[in-house]
Each structure stands twice: as C-alpha cells, then as structure tokens.
C-alpha cells in the first residue's frame, strides 16, 4: 500500500518565489524529502521561450536541496507557463505523509514515473503514444492503482521540438511530423493525451492518420504540457484508492465547452464535497484545494452559437485567449483565481472543452 497523500497550494509572488514551498517544509506541513511531485502556473507567455518555467524549475528544485532532499532533480516538477486574464501563479505541492488520519474511504494516491526517452521523431507519431502509455502504466503501478476508472487525473510534460532538436533528428537521418517548433507544443500534448488513453483503456491504440486530426478520440482525465525542459514523458497520475487514508480525494468531470460552470462543479462533487443544486463559492468552506483543467479554442469558431474571432485574431494569440476566458469561469465557481487552467487540449476531452480534476480536503 503506498503511503497517503498530503497536497496544499501555495502562491508564487515573483517569477523565482519558491518561499510558499519553504513555509510547508518549515511549519512541518510537509518534509522535503517527502515531496512527490509539483504542478504550477508561471506568469510567463506560455510559448516555447517562456523561461518562466524554467527559472520556477530552479527555485523549487534549490529550496527542496536546501532542506534536505535527497534528489531534487528527480522530483517532477510540471509547470504550465501563462496566467492570461486573473489566473494566478501558484504551484500544487503533492508529498506523502506519516501523520494521516486513517480511512476505509477512497482518498488520494499519487503516482510519479518518466517515460523512456521521447525522440524528435516520434513526437507526433505511435512511438510516442506508446512510450507514454507505458509509463502511465508505471505511475499506476506506483499510485497503488488497479483500476483505471480510479484514476482521475494525468498530467504529464512533455518535449516540444526546437530548431536544436529538428536538427539533431536530420542529422540521424530522420524527419519529423512538423518542422514549425510552436505547432509542435499541441502536437506533443495531443499525442501524450492519446498515450494516456490508451493506457486507460479510453481508446484503442491509434492510427498514425487519426493523430491531431480524429477528435472524437481524447481522454477524460489527460492534462498534457509541453516545453523545453525535459526529453521525455514526466508522468504525475492521480487517483483514490481505499485504505490508504489521508484526508483528500480526487474526482473529474469535463466541461463541455469553454462556459461550463456546470463541468467544474461535477468535477468538485465528484471529490466528494456535498453540494446544492445551485452552488455557490460559498458552499466549498474552504474545502477545495484546486481545480486542474485544460481548455481548447473551439474550431468551429463559435461558442454556444456565437461567433467569436480567437482563431482569426493575428494580434493575440488563441492559446492565450481562451485561457483567461476559462480561466474567469473557473475562478467564479471556486472564489479564486489560483486555478490551473492549461491550453492546447486536443485529444484532452471533447472538442472545444477539456478535463476538469478536482482536489478536496474531506476531513
């Protein structure tokens, strides 16, 4: 049985602000050498020179070193870069606990693995659903996890190709799926999602034409990034599992489109907070830890029937319009704007939506 799970949010206030992190290990709410994993937002522009995440990757890791980690390079460390609109910087801390009031009930369980290496080439292509599948496998493993309709949220970072890396696949004789490098961030987080379902048994394996393009395959729970950080598949699952006690619990939902208040609140009863029929942000009492989401503009162009112009604004781009709209909605059902809100969905929840995870405190 792996050991139960304590997770808290803390703000980042600057672009290397890793002192939220410092007060949980101070306080003694969590040890350092504790620590599964972090996923955050930084305040960058989300693109594949948004260094936000890496110097966010560098507080973290240096504040883990100082208190005594034993191996801070090796913690996952998922960083969505862009707080568009009232999104908020703030990283989500995951670490296992000896100090957890037992439970018979489903409480939370995390799971951490890295992929094998992901390739130039194969980002974009079966190689690459297949390495993810694999190591979502693992995380499972790890998490305690048999059932995969136990698991309510994956999310991965994955490589996105770059000049350097281009290059490197020529140089080996190989070709790539694209040769545009910020294109390349949506196809790495589509092909990841595929990877995830798959592993899920959401969708069978799939065909090398149906990668980017059949967007009635996705998964529910699927939550991928993409950056210049890593060469591989870093793997955070979550999910419950009974018995192994703690005081949080995890469930999703999806939003059908970019204003379904309704999918965010599903995602939250589904964690296990009781709720009205017409809930307010009053109704959470400080119950909610946070809210993870994903979010893609529409192709059809139209919300609800309404034409909108994000895909034909030359000025500012799409991935970061619809992440502050969805980023509004989410922060008016929980009452705050620290909420992970990431783009590029394809693959991850229908088309023009995306998955909804939800982490509450029960007690």
């Known amino acids: 049985m792996p050991d139960p799970i304590e997770v808290r949010k803390v703000p ?3 672009v290397t602000d890793a002192s939220g992190l410092s007060r949980l290990i101070a306080d003694g709410v969590i040890e350092a050498g504790r620590v599964l994993a972090v996923i955050g937002k930084t305040e960058g ?31 996952p460390l998922v ?40 390739l130039p080439e194969d980002i974009g292509r079966p190689a690459m659903v297949e390495k993810v599948a694999a190591g979502v496998r693992e995380a499972m493993k790890i998490a305690g996890i048999d059932d995969p309709r136990d698991v309510h949220y994956v999310q991965s970072k994955t490589p996105l190709l770059t000049l350097a890396t281009i ?13 545009e490098t910020g294109p390349s961030m949506d196809l790495s987080n589509s092909t990841t999602a595929l990877g995830i379902a798959v ?16 967007l009635s395959l996705y998964s529910s ?30 469930g999703h939902s999806v939003m059908k489109d970019a204003l ?21 942000p009053s109704d959470l009492g400080g119950r909610l830890v946070n809210v993870f989401m994903k979010c893609e503009a529409d192709p059809s162009g139209r919300v609800r ?32 704007p620290a909420v992970f809100v990431s783009v590029a969905a394809v693959h991850q929840g229908p088309s023009g939506g995306g998955p909804v995870a939800a982490i509450s405190d029960l007690g």
């Open 12 to 14: 980042i206030e600057s």
């Open 45 to 75: 522009n989300g693109g594949v020179n948004d260094y936000t995440r890496i110097l966010a990757d560098r507080a973290f890791r240096e504040v883990l070193a100082e208190h005594g980690h034993p191996s801070p390079e090796s913690v």
């Open 79 to 118: 960083w969505s870069g862009g707080t568009d609109g009232i999104l908020s910087p703030h990283a989500t801390v995951f670490a296992t606990t000896a100090d957890a009031p037992p439970s018979d009930e489903p409480r939370l369980s995390v799971g951490v693995a890295m992929s094998e290496v992901i």
């Open 167 to 179: 290059t490197d696949a020529r140089s080996r004789g190989q070709d790539t799926a694209i040769e």
């Open 199 to 214: 592993a899920l048994g959401e969708i069978d394996m799939p065909r090398a034409d149906q990668i980017h393009k059949d």
């Open 221 to 250: 729970v699927a939550s991928c990034s993409s950056g210049v950080e890593l060469d591989r598949a870093q793997i955070v699952l979550v999910g419950n599992v009974r018995g192994i006690g703690g005081r949080y619990r995890i």
């Open 260 to 280: 379904d208040a309704d999918g965010i609140w599903e995602a939250i009863r589904n964690s296990g907070l009781p709720l009205p029929d017409r809930p307010h």
């Open 305 to 336: 029937g309404r034409r909108n112009i994000m895909l034909d604004d030359s000025d500012v781009h799409w991935h970061r319009q619809i992440k502050a709209a969805v980023g509004g909605v989410a922060a008016s059902v929980t009452g705050d």
